[in-house]
């Protein structure tokens, strides 16, 4: 079993929807939460960093973390094209070592 | 937010020839920086740990003859493939822990496109 597992996808929504990504883990030892964000042939680009149970809001992006059910999630509300990307989840422990979940491609369509 | 360059953005090689990556975090200092392997549709696979001064720590399965990682400074490290193959043909990502920030957050870089022929 993968320490993380990531919602496969791919995700389609119309312009404007509300988008759910979620990820669960297995591993207890996993204290810092984030998710990236990378376009085709790019670097991954770090869209949040959490690391308590809650929600964290930027924008419109919400990143809600659930460590008593090992469940990370992150929310885009008004979903526009340019989101249009695929979303990594990854979680980091104390020694600093990250492992990441395989990606949710989503394509927001106008 | 922080910055990492890489260098080449893509390269195509013949085999048995080697290939130098650069990794260069660009306003700040980095102690800490990872090499990271991608597969199309595939997640990051971590190759290597580099820390500036000292040797790299490489995950189970790399070859560190063959991946050789130099970190001389604060700003920058080095990925060598060495008598490159077909089969290291990839994207290659290196990411920078910013060591300053409290957070050790991660900034990736733009990464390398290998091919080799």
């Known amino acids: 079993q993968k320490e993380v597992e990531q919602d496969p996808g791919p995700l389609s929504v119309p312009e404007g929807a509300i988008v759910s990504l979620n990820c669960t883990y297995s591993n207890s030892a996993f204290q810092y939460f984030m998710w990236y964000r990378q376009y085709s042939r790019k670097g991954p680009e770090l869209l949040m960093y959490?690391?308590?149970?809650g929600n964290k809001e930027d924008g419109r992006f919400t990143a809600q973390v659930d460590k008593s059910s090992k469940y990370i999630s992150l929310f885009i509300r008004d979903s526009q094209p340019s989101d249009s990307a695929t979303y990594l989840c990854?979680?980091?422990?104390?020694?600093?070592?990250?492992?990441f979940g395989d990606g949710t491609t989503l394509t927001v369509k106008p | 937010g922080a910055v990492v360059s890489q260098h080449p953005s893509r390269v195509i090689c013949k085999s048995g020839t080697s290939v130098k990556i650069e990794c260069r975090s660009l306003d700040f200092q980095a102690t800490t920086m990872f090499w990271y392997r991608q597969f199309p549709k595939k997640s990051l696979m971590l190759m290597a740990t580099s820390n500036e001064g000292s040797k790299a720590t490489y995950e189970q399965g790399v070859e560190k003859d063959k991946f050789l990682i130099n970190h001389a400074s604060l700003t920058l490290s080095t990925l060598t493939v060495t008598s490159a193959h077909p089969e290291d043909s990839s994207f290659y990502i290196c990411s920078a822990e910013e060591a300053s920030s409290g957070t050790d957050t991660q900034y990736f870089g733009p990464g390398t496109r290998l091919t080799v022929l």
């Open positions: 959490t690391y308590s149970s």
């Open positions: 990854a979680m980091k422990n104390n020694a600093g070592k990250s492992t």
